[in-house]
């Protein structure tokens, strides 16, 4: 523990004599528009030369120059730095108009009350028009003062300058709130974009990432391309730009020069002809993953309807039970209703002939019968009973016949109907 606190002790003291000294150069990394394969802008990556070390990657420098705070000072040089060289090979050479510098910035550069203006000042010192510069915000360093980091993006976009969100993926931003931050673009970690071969669930992360991107209105840059099959792979994902060794590593100064300055024709263009049969393979066979994918979720569909159905068909068949068990009950109700009935005419046919006998004496008895049944009947059941008294039927019926009678009987009914 005492030699690593040592050695960092000595590294954080050589930082700062670096700083003082300026022992730091500039690398920059094209990054490529995987839909021409033409170079759109660079990364500026920075790098230590150490007097006895030699040349240190930040990957061993940067974190502590975050811890201690020396990064706010380094990163300020690097953004002047890069805004200069943009703009003396845009004098020199003239055009690059629409190339980006793109520059990392540190959540510590960030918090700092005087950010914005630094920016500004930066920028009217070393007259780079602001479309011409790009800031790179790591996911993580999102987390740390939320408001604040939307305050500068708004307040910096507003120029002209936009932004990246860098190392997506690795962080743990949350997607409910990254619509609020005024991203143009999301740069996908090198970690999803090396196994994107050989892993499904990696490749169709960046397949959902890019999807994703697309939605907010902000285009993709792949980080870490190595491989012309992940290459493919990102071209047939339509990610909008791609970086990675496979279309150049991180370049010095001189060789950016040599780039911009070819006469080659398309030197400014990432040669990837060679490539070609790959790439339009790779391309038909996402296409036909896509196919698959429609397929399959039109499959599901049909699985879902088919579910429906059943439950549907299930409970018509349940339902049927019920309103079956309903109509018996009410058969049953009506049969009884209707027994009554014959038995309640029975007693009026007694009745009737016993009225015949002695004409009046039995009427009383007869109308407290009817009016009895009446009410039984109409607690037992829902059918309707018409009486009907008709006077003098009996001497009618006796006078004429029974087929008159009958006929006079017939014409009432239908008379009531
Ligand atoms: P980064 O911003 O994500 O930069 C990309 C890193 O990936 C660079 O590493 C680059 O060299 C590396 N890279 C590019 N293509 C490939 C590839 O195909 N394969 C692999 N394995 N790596 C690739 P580098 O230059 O070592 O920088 C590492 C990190 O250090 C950067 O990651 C960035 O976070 C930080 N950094 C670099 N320069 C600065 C700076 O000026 N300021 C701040 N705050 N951070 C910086
Ligand atoms: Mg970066
Ligand atoms: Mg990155």
Redesign the pocket.
Known sequence: MRGRALTLLQLENDLRRAIKRKEFI??Y?PIVSLGNDKIQGF?????WRHPDKGLI???EF?SL??ETGL?VP??FW?LKEACTQMRAWQIKYGGLTTWKVS????SK?LALPNFVAQVKQVLQETELNPHNLKL?I?ESSLVEDANNTIAILQDLKAIGIEFSL??FGTGYSSLSYLHQFPFDTL?I??SFV?SINNNADKLGIVRAIVTLANNLGMDTIA????TVKQLAQLKALKCQYG????LS??LDKEIVEHIISSEIANAQTVDVEDHKSIIDEQIAREQLLFHIEQLRQELEEVKLEKADLEIMLDTTTEHADIVESQLHNEICDRQKAQAALSLANRELEKLSVLDSLTQVANRRRFDDYLLQEWRKLKEEAPISLILCDIDYFKLYNDTYGHPIGDYCLQQVALAIE
Do not use: C, M
């Not at 520059?103 to 540190?106: G, Q």
């Not at 980080?223 to 190595?226: P, Q, R, V, W």
């Not at 970086?243 to 496979?246: D, E, K, L, N, V």
């Open positions: 500039l690398h990394q990364e500026v990556l920075v790098r990657a930040p990957g940067i120059a975050e990064i380094l990163g690097v520059v990392n910035i540190s550069q790179e790591t860098d190392d740069k970690d090198r090396n980080e870490g391309i190595e970086q990675g060794y496979f590593k991180p």
